[in-house]
């Protein structure tokens, strides 16, 4: 192939403006109150549309020299995962200064409004600060803050919190609210959110629709849409298959470990409950010891307090099931798991989905869910796996698997797999 001199490519960086305008057009700077998944979506279309761009440039008006197009393929694809990834790292250390973030005032003191505030600490991705609780009635309360923010009084201070910089008020609104309140902080505030519950509706991809008087809101069913699913699979195929590949080598390592260590099937295969209720079996690579379940019966009998984290979370941190020296490390790195990826090829699972579960556990749980479950092909990871993984407990792990069934896009998908990634690396909540 060919050398390509750098200065051909400096010769294309004024073009690089049109990523900055790109960018800032769909509203990426600062990107403040944007989601991980619509964050994600934004990036990949104008980075995409701006290499298109750079190649009708520099090869439909023909331009003086020959630009290799190997190397537009390439810088596509490492700035599609890079910039990204950038953008993580960079918001990771300006979340840690408090005068990045952008402050909000919180208008109301009820459930919602508390809600709010736990969500905004707990999404510093979203690079808000709840800076300030106004409370609809003028009369005194017994507290004065709330979730730890404090309370400066009654609707006659919002005003004064626009007046010191305040752009941003998340509103607890409900029927019982007088026009007033809203025309107010419509006037004073450059940006008014309204805090209202919709149950288990899904929230990604929500549309406002104007229906003259009325206001719409359009929820889009993505199970429903063939060109998803059509997408998600072929997403499956492609990065399973080569995740197989790639990963053959570990697995025979790991599968050599486990035979000399304890001896016995190297493999193992479970019966699961997949999409549309249909039956089939989920190969791991063996990490307990071959007397694993009388191993468990009598640690339990010998410490009755580690029956309660059993119950929990069908897992225990000091499991005595597990082979000795290798059978903790492909647990905590998930390398027990990557056999999975051949269930994915031949179409019972996904790369990502809520995780097939035994029977036992299944049970646990309402019969709606297990519905819901049901719609989806179960993944090798999920939104549980990368938020809270073995540290979570049994509502967590339905909120979690039901809001990625009502939320589900390609773009999730590809965000919870960057996520696992980070995740598997650390090892946190594997256990």
Do not use: C
């Amino acid at each position: 192939m060919r050398q390509q001199s750098p200065v051909m490519y400096l010769e294309l960086a004024p073009l690089g403006l049109l990523f900055v305008a790109g960018y800032a057009g769909v509203g990426l700077y600062p990107g403040l109150g944007l989601g991980p998944v619509q964050t994600l979506r934004r990036l990949t279309i104008v980075t995409t549309f701006g290499f298109l761009v750079l190649a009708a440039f520099s090869f439909a008006l023909k331009l003086p020299h020959t630009y290799s197009r190997i190397t537009f393929l390439l810088a596509l694809i490492f700035s599609l995962v890079l910039v990204p990834l950038g953008r993580v790292v960079i918001f990771s250390v300006a979340r840690e200064w408090e005068w990045w973030k952008e402050p909000v005032a919180v208008i109301g003191t009820g459930r919602r409004a508390a809600h709010a505030i736990r969500s905004i600490r707990n999404s510093s991705h979203l690079g808000y600060r709840a800076e300030a609780v106004v409370r609809f009635e003028v009369a005194a309360s017994d507290s004065n803050e709330l979730e730890g923010v404090p309370i400066v009084g009654g609707m006659d201070k919002a005003a004064g919190l626009a007046a010191a910089g305040i752009r941003v008020a998340l509103l607890e609104i409900d029927q019982t609210q007088a026009r007033s309140v809203l025309d107010s902080l419509q006037r004073d505030f450059q940006q008014v959110i309204l805090l209202r519950e919709f149950d288990d509706l899904p929230v990604e991809g929500l549309q406002i629709r104007n229906l003259g008087t009325l206001v719409g809101i359009e929820y889009t069913n993505n199970l429903l849409r063939p060109m998803n699913q059509t997408a998600k699979r072929l997403v499956d195929l492609v990065l399973a298959g080569s995740a197989l590949i790639a990963a053959s080598p570990l697995i025979l390592l790991a599968a050599v470990l486990v035979r000399l260590i304890d001896g016995g099937p190297v493999f193992y295969q479970q019966p699961r409950t997949g999409r549309a209720g249909r039956l089939f079996r989920i190969p791991k690579i063996r990490t307990m010891r071959r007397d694993a379940d009388s191993r468990l019966e009598e640690y339990l009998n010998a410490h009755p307090a580690m029956r309660e984290e059993w119950t929990t979370h069908y897992k225990l941190r000091d499991d005595p099931r597990l082979i000795a020296g290798v059978g903790r490390v492909l647990r905590r790195f998930s390398i027990d798991e990557l056999p999975q990826l051949w269930t994915v090829l031949t179409g019972d699972m996904s790369l990502v989905g809520p995780r097939p579960l035994p029977d036992y556990h299944l049970e646990t749980f309402s019969a709606s869910f297990v519905d819901l479950r049901e719609r989806v092909r179960p993944g090798i990871t999920g939104l549980w796996q990368i938020t809270v993984r073995g540290d979570g407990d049994h509502e967590d792990h339905e909120a979690l698997d039901s809001y990625y069934i009502r939320n589900w896009s390609v773009w999730f998908d590809l965000y919870l797999l960057g996520r696992t990634i980070a995740a598997v690396a650390s090892g946190r909540g594997a256990y």
